[in-house]
């Protein structure tokens, strides 16, 4: 335990690491000057944060830099390599979509992306909601025909998908189909139509449009007639903006003492497309402290920085933010504490925003009392970790574990299972091995143990993941099933249902949870049983991997071809060892997906 400031820290700028027993990080940060910063943290009446950070700590690290910039610099990548538990990892969860054209190919791509890079590509957006963007890419395949699929455009395709025969794709894919020179021209309309340039898209067709009649091209005067109804057509719809010239992020920070509601606007073009809320609880920080360290924590991981950031209240990090900000975005970025005018009044409506949640929201430890006194609990769960599993009939069976901790849930601690000793339909054996497999590794690593692990189901599963847990802990934590449809709780052993009121909010809280569960677990159940579905049969061949399936298809197209092709042609193909191999599999074993039947939970 430090109970003590160190002898001799500099009056200097730089950054301070607090590391416990075993020289891990616990807390990063930075100041202008170290010696009285750090005096902060030796003060008779410190919050109770500050106390639990020092009695965890053993030791105080002091890295000098030359100026309060690079301290800056230097405490977020501290913060992003180490991940301290007592510092705010804050993240953008949100993403927005992008639309991409590789422009530096010899033929470009249209692309959905939600993390714009600086790689030479032109990038439009943000759309919001997302939908917008995957309706654009639509029109770019089908009235402009511009490549948006995932093949390589090296002309090794030995002919056009079903996309070309659809008149959607002028399959650069294929050798000699395009020039790359008319190819271009197409994704030159396509720009003009992501741009918003209609009017002059317009003109453009009509003078090709004209051009090709004079040339007696009849049918590609009649492809640019369709192709200015189309751009008249969407020209009114299009509202697209470019990044850049409208993307602006709002900020109000309410609280007091120990807590705070951090409120967020995302602005495209003047309009409100999106809200943002987080909550801190025992903070040691001063609320424009805070808010510097909240903007650098959430802007240091968010993949897209926007044009411009407004804040409720000024800070003295301001300049420093402004700065890190304008080098990530590559050009100026404001951040602002606007006084007067709409960005103002933005700010104002989210900071009322913010104090209505504040004063409205109760605190965790509050609403979990009910359910610890129905569960015989020594005090409200502050950690809760929820499983579920999910398959298809026994198919690609998957388990989740989510983690929900200081009134959120912590995306970061989430972990999934892939089944791996139970066949077939066995819930209860699946939950088993999920639960003893978290928990051995848990262990193992010295882990936090949760107050309460919530299982998705009825007696059946909830026995199944206690009794697992007798036999890897001494002293396991308390484990209770949620049931669907009542809604009613389940102890271990137990058949007697705990009911809680419908209205409650303990019981609202514990449904968010396992509903997170479920939806993480089936995301992850559907993509691994869309790739064992999608897997070429011939991957089930011995020594045959991804790149000999990829020759043989590239050689023979199907895998019936495979099957019926001589010695001699999958030798030319493949080699000796592997058409040996094939040529086995070919006459005995079986090459059938396995049969799927049931449905999906």
Not at 153 to 173: F, V
Request: glycine residues 8%; charged residues 30%.
């Amino acid at each position: 335990m430090l109970d003590r400031a160190p002898d001799h820290v500099p009056r200097r700028p730089g950054c301070y690491i607090f590391r416990d027993g075993k020289k891990r990080p616990l807390y990063v940060g930075k100041a202008k000057n170290l010696r009285a910063r750090v005096a902060h943290y030796f003060q008779d009446r410190a919050p109770l944060k500050i106390q639990r950070l020092r009695r965890q700590s053993e030791e105080l690290e002091f890295i000098v830099t030359a100026t309060e910039w690079e301290a800056f610099l230097l405490e977020n990548n501290l913060i992003k390599q180490f991940k301290p538990q007592f510092n705010t990892l804050l993240k953008d969860d949100k993403t927005y979509p992008y639309l991409k054209l590789t422009v530096k190919d010899t033929y470009p791509k249209a692309v959905f992306t939600r993390k714009p890079e600086k790689d030479g590509a032109l990038y439009f957006g943000p759309f919001v909601p997302g939908w917008q963007a995957k309706k654009n890419l639509r029109i770019l395949q089908e009235h402009f025909r511009v490549v948006t699929c995932r093949d390589p455009l090296d002309g090794s395709r030995p002919r056009p998908c079903l996309y070309y025969e659809m008149g959607q794709c002028y399959a650069p894919c294929m050798k000699g189909r395009v020039k790359p020179e008319d190819y271009r021209k197409v994704v030159e309309e396509a720009r003009l139509f992501l741009e918003g340039r209609t009017a002059e898209l317009r003109d453009e067709l009509r003078r090709r449009m004209t051009a090709a009649a004079d040339k007696m091209e009849y049918e590609l005067a009649a492809h640019y007639r369709d192709l200015v109804t189309a751009a008249e057509f969407l020209g009114g719809r299009q509202a697209v903006a470019r990044p850049g010239e409208g993307h602006w992020d709002f900020f109000a920070l309410y609280g007091a003492g120990e807590s705070y509601v951090l409120h967020g606007f995302v602005v495209v073009d003047g309009k409100v497309v999106d809200r943002r809320r987080w909550r801190f609880s025992e903070v040691e920080l001063g609320a424009e402290d805070l808010m510097a360290s909240a903007l650098m924590r959430l802007y240091g991981n968010a993949p897209v920085v926007p044009d411009g950031v407004a804040v409720s209240l000024e800070f003295e990090d301001m300049p420093l933010l402004e700065r890190f900000l304008s080098e990530r975005k590559g050009r100026k970025v404001a951040v602002t504490h606007p006084l007067r005018g709409e960005k103002a009044a933005l700010v104002t409506t989210l900071m009322e925003n913010a104090r209505l949640e504040f004063e409205s929201r109760a605190d965790p430890a509050v609403v979990l009392k009910p359910l610890a006194a129905a569960l015989g609990l020594p005090a409200a769960p502050a950690r809760i970790e929820c499983f579920d599993v999910s398959h298809s009939a026994g198919e690609a069976t998957v388990a989740s574990c989510v983690v929900w901790e200081g009134g959120r849930m912590q995306k970061a601690q989430y972990r999934t299972f892939n089944v791996k000793t139970v066949a077939g339909v066995d819930d209860f054996a699946s939950m088993a091995e999920a639960v003893g497999r978290r928990y051995i590794r848990l262990v193992e690593e010295e882990g936090p143990l949760p107050d309460l692990i919530l299982i998705d189901g009825g007696p059946g599963q909830v026995n199944s993941a206690h009794g697992v847990l007798a036999q890897l802990l001494p002293d396991p934590p308390p484990v209770a099933g949620i049931a669907k449809r009542e809604e009613w709780l389940f102890k271990p052993y137990d058949a007697s249902p705990i009911v809680l009121p419908k209205e409650s909010p303990a019981l609202h809280l514990l449904q968010e949870i396992r509903d997170e569960a479920h939806r993480f677990a089936i995301t992850r159940h559907r993509s691994r049983r869309a790739k064992a579905r999608t897997a070429s049969p011939l991957l089930l061949v011995p020594g045959v991997g991804p790149v000999t399936a990829r020759k043989l298809l590239r050689a023979f197209l199907t895998t019936e071809a495979v099957k019926a092709a001589g010695e001699e042609q999958l030798i030319k193909a493949v080699g000796k060892a592997a058409a040996r191999r094939i040529r086995a599999w070919a006459g005995g074993e079986s090459a059938g997906k396995p049969e799927v039947g049931g449905g999906e939970r």
